[in-house]
């Protein structure tokens, strides 16, 4: 049978990170790699309820087809929450936040088309993307988010950037006050538009980031979010809010790729949030994810003294970024920390070129305090045996 | 700002026919057009007693991330219900089956790919493919099916051919057991994939249809299913079973578009469906659309009687496709029909090349018999109106 096919599907690779990853499944394994929210975080009782009275209330529409847009209440909700003036008809809902990218891709990227991204970006992103064929080009950044001037230097017919400005995924850093102005005026003045991802944003430490970039230029922003960490993953509910301009194209690929996002869970999330439920929930996560962000930043500073390893605060968010010293290759670190029953995410598939093969991504949401120490301190011992290996490697690359 | 479209998106244009439908959700219209399944169908009760089930004794992995692949005894499952040999590893539990043919195209269609589909089609597959930008081809038609010499004649070069063999929407025609075996015997020796799609192979009033194309050549088919029929659209709830050699492509594809199917549906419909619950509540959808589709023959019987309009007598599932006299045009018809409280949808955008205007689409499922035949005596009387209207035309139109 000649299956042949397409151009872009025989470009797909299988992860091999995933592969490694797999292995991270198995009991006694302390995962600090996957973005799992913490279960503990997912309101079980009052998604029960809210099944029970959409089934009871609402049964059949709850269950028929529906608009590809979404449910209008929910759309209402989203417009009502986001903090600048959004009118629920620019709401679509999606199939996760992830599916926005699908449609995101769709509309806009034709093969070869330039697509600037973070360095490091997030890897969903470059995987959604990549079936529309894209050239994905890193834009410099540093701890405050992409760096102006290499943005305009690259903006010239680049379809969109790709910005992740709070808490980003892989690196957990937020892009300031003072960046947010100067990207937003650059992109304006360079007509280049931005696809703005904010999965994050709500789950804060201290105080609440700065404005999302669409809030500065409406016209100039689709911007995607999600439920999944503020209520739960498992429902796969998000949504994009875009210009009315783009709005009837991306409605045109949702309605093409799965009609509708299931009605009943977006009925049981809009019975969930009435009565203002996210906001006396939602600090509980941020209560939780702040203790634990504390845990693995103070096991770091315990467990890594010496090593020379650098790591950031992230002020939200699941994730927290390290660099090993020079020398160390963390994809191949991997097993060897999989070995002491310790996983974490390398960081160079986050790179749209080379990436840098030091870094890594560990989560600090879905292990516990106690769990975090544990892995922490596993993963310094299996550093150390890696730096003394590299050590011996040196010496007997010494001449004699 | 430089909103530049892809190519693709450039060419989605609003379809016409949803527009003129959208009139059709407004109060009195009597609607034959969309494919809704009859909400009182709906099995709510055991969804109730599945959704407080799964919360209560799995709640935090029904509401995590989960497996691309689809939760693994709802895989099972699947397997288990086809006729023929399937492993649970074959299965992929997509977002509804429109996301089969999402996928489907993302790996198969590159642009300008030859893609052969009945005459007419699914409408909604031909959205579906289209941004991947195929070269869509109809393979002439009769009452069982694709025409075999027509389908060998068009095979070169073909990236597959995509049919839906069972009561087929938009005609309701079922393909015969004897063109099903040339079907299959041309397909194979051609080496032309099948794409397969059988959302409603499970509504059949007197007897099965004949064994699905995939269990007489599984290497050489995709096969596409949904519960959407048999349970509840608005899960979007659908699954593929796909060769060894093409299945990891299609697993890449769904991980970029949703990461997964939301897990709690997943499980939800896993937990209706212990205890064979299937076996009792499909002969009681089955039992309703017999006796609605026997309504709707009689009425077309007594109310077209003496107006030349041909329609089938479709065995099964939710459609049945009607010819009017010549000169009538059913997309000018459709407003008219409206006016007098009754919709359809015309066929001719169901064609992959030009349409038969004088087609139409009867779903004989959302309607209760009453209404039936009041949508059906409006349509008589408005298609009257209109051969007159012809008439007058014609007369005016002859020299004097």
């Not at 998604?47 to 929910?74: I, K, M, R, T």
């Not at 950037?161 to 690196?171: A, E, G, H, R, S």
């Not at 749209?352 to 120490?373: H, N």
Request: hydrophobic share 45%; aromatic share 8%.
């Amino acid at each position: 049978m000649n299956w042949k096919l397409a151009a872009r599907a025989a470009k797909m690779n299988p992860s091999v990170l995933r592969e490694i990853l797999k292995v991270t499944e198995r009991p006694g394994i302390i995962s600090l790699a996957g973005g799992l929210p913490s279960p503990k975080t997912f309101p079980i009782q009052a998604f029960a309820d809210a099944c029970a009275e959409v089934l009871h209330n609402d049964g059949q529409a709850a269950l028929q087809y529906a608009a590809s847009e979404g449910y209008a209440p929910l759309r209402q909700a989203v417009a009502d929450m986001l903090p600048w003036d959004v009118d629920a008809s620019q709401v679509l809902i999606t199939t996760g936040s992830q599916q926005g990218l699908d449609l995101v891709a769709k509309v806009l990227i034709d093969p070869g088309s330039k697509v600037l991204v973070e360095t490091p970006t997030y890897l969903g992103a470059l995987q959604a993307f990549g079936p529309m064929e894209p050239h994905p080009v890193g834009v410099a950044s540093d701890d405050d988010g992409v760096i102006v001037d290499d943005l305009v230097a690259k903006a010239k017919d680049a379809r969109f950037i790709y910005l992740l400005p709070n808490f980003q995924n892989p690196t957990g850093r937020t892009m300031t006050e003072e960046r947010r102005a100067a990207v937003s005026a650059a992109a304006a003045a360079a007509g280049l538009p931005i696809v703005e991802d904010n999965p994050y944003g709500e789950l804060w430490f201290d105080e609440a980031p700065p404005l999302p970039l669409a809030a500065r230029n409406p016209e100039g922003v689709i911007y995607l979010g999600s439920f999944s960490k503020v209520l739960a993953p498992g429902l796969r509910l998000g949504f994009l809010v875009a210009p009315k301009s783009i709005y009837p194209k991306l409605l045109q690929a949702k309605q093409a790729v799965d009609l509708h996002t299931p009605i009943f869970t977006q009925r049981m999330v809009s019975a969930v949030m009435k009565d203002r439920f996210l906001d006396t929930h939602v600090p509980t996560i941020r209560a939780l994810y702040k203790r634990q962000r504390d845990a693995m930043m103070a096991a770091l500073k315990r467990e890594m003294a010496g090593l020379d390893v650098k790591f950031n605060a992230p002020k939200g968010g699941m994730f927290l970024w390290a660099r090993l010293p020079e020398g160390v290759d963390t994809v191949k670190l991997l097993p060897k920390a999989v070995e002491r029953n310790v996983a974490f995410v390398p960081g160079a598939p986050f790179y749209a070129g080379e990436g840098d093969p030091r870094t890594l991504r560990l989560s600090f949401v879905t292990a516990s305090v106690e769990e975090i120490d544990t892995a922490i301190a596993a993963l310094a011992q299996t550093l150390r045996e890696e730096l003394v290996l590299l050590g011996d490697r040196k010496l007997a690359a010494t001449p004699a």
